[in-house]
């Protein structure tokens, strides 16, 4: 099992105050990569998990959040722990690698000693690693959430993301982002994909047949080892339904318990849920169909440093934008789990050597586009950050621009997990606004919205993320609003958590029968018209030099 003596090995050897004008010099002498890529093997199999990685090629920022509320059973518990909680939690010393890896504390001095995380061609050394250690024990797994929310990944409609995805050689993947490429490219590029692209929970919307296979064995270690696909079951509400007409979703848990029964009727000694449903779904999921041993979660972006164990079931959590690969080692014996250890692997792109095929990959795909992407159009006076139950400040960069560019009283941007950190004083590229805006639907609308029907807006995201029941959360975070403040109790019920909405401007309240102009993107709505948000940003960000966003202004109570 694993032991606090193994989580702690790493800590121990990541761990420092960071004195004045510490430089990343000597950041890279403190760690080593063989520190980092330090475990323990055990057992006949390993699992090797990513997830979420939002298209990013390269090392980036990406700062955690501090706010993340768990509601009803979820209250209190991982991954609802941020901050010096979540430090204490784990034993974590402060001003530590991992204190900069895994929270937001200190973030800004800590992300200038540290520098960036991911970065494929780093992720496939230590890929790379394990693979020698651990030769035909090993299965990669990819969570999904993979092809999409770059320049490159939008322009090449994926192609960029499933050649160096290929390159990794994963042996199974899930999906979410991936599918608002739409249909038809979705079946392109699974056509050719070369590893199975599961979800057991797709289904031809007319006929109710698979649209995917569910399940595929490997053999691993002598020991057989069921994967099930589980896709995100929400995507054609949280986003477009019009680019996949032809597919239904859900959770489906009784079909996830066929599956899983089938799987150990056919011999599985091991069964894995490679699953795109968010932790805390996955948390009930797994309290409820019995017989799976792992579920490696994702879309939620939670980073985990210890398995999380719900009965018999291990949840694995590998965070989001490439920082992180999880290693599980297990001992099988007699169809059953006997032992396993686990470790959270920090990708630190200063101290993990780059492999060589992956970086001359990466850099033949960006090379056309490098001049364009590296343009600096301003600079930020503030810390750019976008994770965060109700408000982050790059978003508020960008209801600053939706008020100014197109002129509304009102500005919604969407609660979105992905995007890029940038520290004070430093430029802002026009790559940058695409990692937070390169989606498929990115018309910036603006139109009348009654104060009515904006209250309703706000409650039906509230109860998306603070439903009761994991199964009705879609785990993103609150919408993010400019030109407005509000009052939010988490703990009411539905419908009626909203109240003290404000109109900035005037400072007087938001009236139910009165229109205001509201602007906004990403509408699920097909047909939505208006310049892409990329522009909107950038023409925003070029006209004020030197950007500070306006703070959201949300109460929060009951938390």
Known sequence: MTSRRDF????????????????????????????????????????????????????????????????????????????????????????????????????????????????????????????????????????????????????????????????????????????????????????????????????????????????????????KVAVIGQAFPYTPIANPRWMIPDWSFGIREEDVQASVDKARKDGADLVVLLSHNGFDVDRKLASRVKGIDVVLTGHTHDALPQAVKVGNTLLIASGSHGKFLTRVDLDLRDGAVKGYRSKLIPIFSDVIAPQKAMAAKIQAIRAPHETMLSQELGRTEALLYRRGNFNGTLDDMICDALLSEREAEIALSPGFRWGTTLLPGQPITREDVYNATAITYPAAYRMPMTGARLKEVLEDVADNLFNADPYYQQGGDMVRVGGVSYAIDVARPAGSRISDLTLLRTGKPIEAGTSYTVAGWASVNEGTEGPPIWDVVASHIKAKGTVNPTPAQVTVRGA
Not at 108 to 132: K, N, P
Not at 133 to 146: I, M, Q
Not at 164 to 188: I, N, Q, S
């Open 8 to 223: 702690l090995q790493i800590a121990a050897a990541t761990a420092a105050l960071v004195p004045t004008g510490w430089t990343r010099a000597f950041a890279q002498q403190r760690l080593t990569q063989d520190d980092l890529l330090a475990f323990e093997p055990m057992g006949n199999v390993t699992l090797v998990h990513l997830t979420d990685i939002h298209a990013q090629l390269r090392p980036v920022l990406f700062r955690e959040p501090s706010t993340n509320l768990g509601v009803g059973e979820a209250r209190g518990q991982v991954p609802h722990v941020t901050g010096r909680p979540y430090l204490d939690l784990y034993g974590i010393p402060g001003a530590s690698a991992l204190a900069y890896a895994l929270t937001p504390e200190d973030y800004v001095a800590l992300a200038r000693s540290y520098g960036r995380m991911g970065g494929l061609d780093r992720v496939a050394t230590v890929l790379d690693a394990i693979r020698a250690e651990r030769g035909d024990k090993v299965l990669f797994l990819d969570g999904g959430d993979t092809w999409q929310n770059s320049y490159t990944s939008l322009v090449s409609k994926g192609q960029d993301m499933v050649d160096c995805m290929a390159l990794l050689k994963p042996d199974a993947m899930t999906g979410h982002w991936e599918f608002t490429l739409g249909t038809e490219r979705v079946k392109e590029i699974v056509d050719g994909l070369g590893c199975p692209f599961l979800g057991q929970n797709v289904r031809d919307a007319e006929w109710n047949e698979p649209a995917f296979e569910a399940t595929k064995m490997f053999e691993r270690g002598g020991a």
